[in-house]
């Protein structure tokens, strides 16, 4: 393989063009060939199995002509129809997800997702595809998929290919010290046979994100959670680590599975997923197909270095669909002529879930929090971003040090635990300090960057303020953060704005009976910012309602009304979202700031409104349920 690239920066970001490296995949074929060969279990039939090979490389461009007819008569027909993303595994939460809902033929959205298009040489694995950002190769098919496709243009089946590669903006996406983190997808694979596959190389992988700033390949970590080659019905997984060639880890070929059946993978949709579980001893990373786990690799199987520099930090995602390369060449070669043009990859949802470490924290308290920094790299990078509890936004500061990021909690908090997620350019050495005023600061905790980018502290200290204060940086770019999570109780054992007991619903999941435009959503009545609200449509009834994530017992509501109030309302609780009990009731509200004792328990938590106070909506600027 070609010496792995160093990071170029992400286009929205810094400019700029490709980056990164396919890293080893296609090498693991010639291994994982081998080993299929002395015992792993073939995917598909031996009649299948006899379509490789010879046969497949000595079919003539007549007989490739009835496959392609076909693969364009599979895609004309309405594609199935797309599931939901599925609700996190109990004791998960979902940090992120797509689910491809484009319009028909569009592009993907950029500030989610980067093409990376050129040409397939430059990958080092062999493969002879251009990889584009044409919505020819790349886009949604308008029934909630995201297609890749491979194009053949002329009659050299070893050239004239174009397909799509891409890969998520964001690379933060992994298990955090004693947590577990799962990453899912629900593809079809390409709906092709051995002869009219040959040569196809579907792939849904992860690469650490240390590769984005430099750090070399295969030690900064790849996960290859699917991989298929020549229509085989057919699921690798993989991980490559330490260095290459050889090494702890064997590279180039890594540490794998081998070939496992995957019976139907070509014809219809299939969970592969894998999780990463740091809350274990040794550590683990297990592979699963349509929720059975089929491989685990355990970090004693390597030195604690070399899994650490490989797993224990975040992560992007992505997905290909490669045409050629060694892989596909251990295992009967391809393309060929029989080779058809039009094959495609078909992704229903991608989702990411994380389970924390044993022992509940409590809420996020630095959550939509005020926030504030010494400097922006940009306007599309502020320091709002690392407290919105949004994994794929972040603040990133100037090129220079020192730099900071600060949140004002409200009020004074016995603080217990903090949590940083950096993107790949994080700071090298930082400190957490804490003021109770956001001018004298006392420094709590010190790091030098370790361990890497996902890091975890206890606090044993009480403060109104808190900011990272960086003072190197791991790269040439700034300081880039995204989430910085807090946790702790109010020091004075009340909340902000003398709430009874903890506040649960800032941050969490609201939703609407409706909205008067996407100026007033549901969210901003649960943001901790009085500037933003949340306005109805203009009739009676209506409702908000905040998902707090498990169920609580519910001491208090405050709500903070713009002028457009209910006279008549309720506050309601539910286990399920569905079934609702009254725990307060009345037809005279005042408006203004209420603050409301209640009695009840429910994971949800709604107001219902059943007659307003002027012509207009009902509108909140704070939401606010309280409980334990």
């Keep these: 393989m070609s010496t792995p690239e160093t990071r170029v920066p992400p286009p929205r970001r810094r400019g700029g063009s490709r980056h990164g490296i396919r890293g080893g995949r296609a090498v693991v074929g010639l291994i994982a060939a081998v080993a299929a060969f002395t015992g792993l279990a073939l995917a598909g039939s031996p009649s299948a199995m006899a379509t490789t090979g010879a046969d497949a490389r000595t079919s003539t461009a007549a007989k490739a002509a009835p496959a392609v007819k076909a693969v364009k008569a599979a895609a004309a027909k309405p594609a199935a129809a797309p599931s939901d993303v599925p609700a996190a595994p109990a004791g998960f939460s979902t940090t992120w997800s797509d689910d491809f809902n484009g319009a028909a033929n569009s592009a993907l959205d950029t500030g989610t997702w980067r093409y990376d298009d050129g040409a397939g040489a430059n990958f080092g694995t062999g493969e002879i595809e251009t990889t584009t950002n044409s919505t020819s190769n790349v886009y949604h098919d308008g029934n909630g998929h995201l297609v890749l496709k491979a194009l053949h243009d002329g009659t050299d089946p070893n050239s004239g290919w174009t397909s799509g590669r891409v890969e998520t903006q964001a690379d933060g996406f992994g298990a955090r010290p004693g947590g577990v983190v799962r ?32 750090v070399g390949w295969p030690g900064s970590g790849e996960v290859d959670i699917m991989e298929d080659i020549n229509a085989r019905s057919s699921v690798f997984g993989t991980l490559h680590c330490g260095v290459s060639p050889g090494g702890p880890c064997n590279e180039s070929t890594g540490i794998g599975s081998g070939e496992r059946a995957c019976a139907g993978c070509q014809t219809g949709y299939h969970t592969y997923a894998v999780e990463i579980d740091r809350s274990t001893s040794p550590e683990q990373i297990r592979y699963y197909l349509d929720g059975a786990e089929y491989f685990t690799i355990n970090s004693s199987q390597v030195d604690a270095t070399t899994w650490a520099n490989a797993v224990d930090h975040s992560y992007y995602v992505i997905f290909d669909l490669a045409i050629g390369g060694a892989f596909p060449g251990a295992f009967g070669g391809g393309p060929t002529a029989a080779t058809a043009s039009g094959g495609q990859m078909n992704i229903d949802y991608v989702a990411v879930y994380n389970k924390p470490a044993a022992g509940d924290l409590g809420p996020n308290i630095a959550q939509g929090k005020p926030t504030t920094s010494s400097s922006n790299e940009s306007a599309d990078f502020p320091a709002s971003n690392a407290t919105d509890g949004n994994i794929s936004t972040r603040w990133s500061s100037g090129f220079s040090d020192p730099q900071w990021v600060q949140v004002d909690l409200g009020q004074s908090y016995a603080l217990t635990h903090a949590s940083l997620t950096w993107e790949a350019a994080a700071a090298s050495a930082y400190q957490l300090q804490v003021s109770a005023d956001g001018q004298n600061w006392t420094t709590v905790y010190t790091n030098n960057n370790s361990p890497q980018d996902l890091q975890d502290t206890a606090l044993n200290t009480t403060a109104r303020y808190v900011r990272v204060y960086a003072t190197a940086r791991a790269s040439q770019y700034g300081d880039s953060l995204y989430e910085l999570a807090l946790y702790g109780t109010p020091s004075d054992g009340g909340n902000p704005g003398g709430g009874t007991g903890t506040l649960l619903s800032q941050g969490k999941t609201a939703t609407a009976s409706s909205t008067e435009n996407a100026s007033f959503p549901a969210s901003a009545a649960v943001d901790g910012n009085t500037g933003t609200r949340w306005s109805s449509g203009f009739s009676d009834p209506q409702w908000l309602q905040v998902d707090l994530g498990a169920t609580h017992t519910i001491s208090q509501v405050k709500l903070d009304w713009e002028p457009a109030y209910a006279t008549a309302f309720q506050i309601q609780t539910s286990p399920d979202g569905q079934n609702w009990t009254s725990v307060y009731s009345t037809t005279s509200g005042t408006g203004g700031e209420q603050t409301l ?32």
């Design 183 to 214: 990453v899912q997808a629900s593809i079809q694979q390409p709906n092709l046979n051995t002869t009219s596959g040959a040569g196809y190389w579907p792939a849904f992988w992860m690469l650490g994100s240390p590769l984005r700033v430099g």
């Design 597 to 628: 004792p209640v009695t009840g328990s429910g994971r949800y938590v709604r107001l219902y409104g059943t007659q307003r106070a002027t012509q207009y909506g009902y509108s909140l600027w704070e939401f606010q349920v309280y409980g334990t």
